[in-house]
């Protein structure tokens, strides 16, 4: 007589990943929804940019706020709100119901969120600035270091964001132990 096969089978190596190190895997998930979010809110803008609001690209703001930020005319203005806008949208939805799996309070995570993305916008803008300033000063130009100062103020970001996602924006509901239920009772 043969001996019954054992039925379980042994987790795969992305499985034990995924197992073992759940804050990494997380943050590599969250790094994949902000991407992939990225690539919309970049789509929406360029073809907003190009088709809808291309003739209000002449059209001049001078606001020193949002000149900052790099907005300098009312079809830039137009355009980065509305794919910003989805793009954040995006990934709010996308982090919240795949990555951290949320299940607190969504009109104050999304009130939580709002701020973070006001807060990220502005010092993205500062951050920017600053390094085009620091590497024109210093003769770093051209196309290879547009692109590493580019990157750079993109990464920076993941500093705050990350953990305002994890710990602050999309919590899960609190739930009592046994213990303190039984000293309820």
């Given at each position: 007589?043969?001996?019954?096969?054992?039925?379980?089978?042994?987790?795969?190596?992305?499985?034990?990943?995924?197992?073992?190190h759940p804050?990494?895997?997380?943050?590599?998930?969250?790094?994949?929804?902000?991407?992939?979010?990225?690539?919309?809110?970049?789509?929406v803008?360029?073809?907003?940019?190009?088709?809808?609001?291309?003739?209000?690209?002449?059209?001049?703001?001078?606001?020193?706020?949002?000149?900052?930020?790099?907005?300098?005319?009312?079809?830039?203005?137009?355009?980065?709100?509305?794919?910003?806008?989805?793009?954040?949208?995006?990934?709010?939805?996308?982090?919240?119901?795949?990555?951290?799996?949320?299940?607190?309070?969504p009109?104050?995570?999304?009130?939580?969120?709002?701020?973070?993305?006001?807060?990220?916008?502005?010092?993205?803008g500062?951050?920017?600035?600053?390094?085009?300033?620091?590497?024109?000063?210093?003769?770093?130009?051209?196309?290879?270091?547009?692109?590493?100062?580019?990157i750079?103020g993109?990464?920076?970001?993941?500093?705050?964001?990350?953990?305002?996602?994890?710990?602050?924006?999309?919590?899960?509901?609190?739930?009592?132990?046994?213990?303190?239920?039984?000293?309820?009772?």
């Amino acid at each position: 007589m043969q001996a019954p096969e054992n039925t379980t089978k042994k987790p795969n190596a992305f499985r034990r990943f995924t197992e073992n190190h759940p804050e990494v895997w997380k943050f590599i998930k969250f790094s994949i929804m902000g991407g992939s979010s990225s690539v919309i809110e970049l789509i929406v803008h360029m073809l907003f940019l190009n088709t809808v609001f291309a003739a209000l690209t002449s059209v001049a703001i001078t606001n020193p706020t949002l000149n900052m930020i790099g907005i300098t005319s009312k079809g830039y203005l137009y355009t980065y709100l509305i794919s910003t806008t989805v793009g954040y949208a995006i990934a709010f939805v996308l982090n919240r119901k795949i990555t951290f799996k949320a299940d607190a309070n969504p009109a104050l995570s999304m009130v939580l969120y709002i701020l973070m993305v006001i807060f990220t916008i502005f010092a993205n803008g500062w951050i920017g600035s600053a390094m085009t300033t620091f590497a024109q000063a210093h003769a770093l130009t051209g196309n290879l270091w547009d692109l590493i100062i580019k990157i750079i103020g993109m990464l920076i970001p993941s500093i705050w964001t990350y953990p305002c996602n994890r710990f602050i924006i999309h919590r899960h509901k609190k739930t009592e132990s046994p213990e303190s239920e039984a000293k309820d009772a």
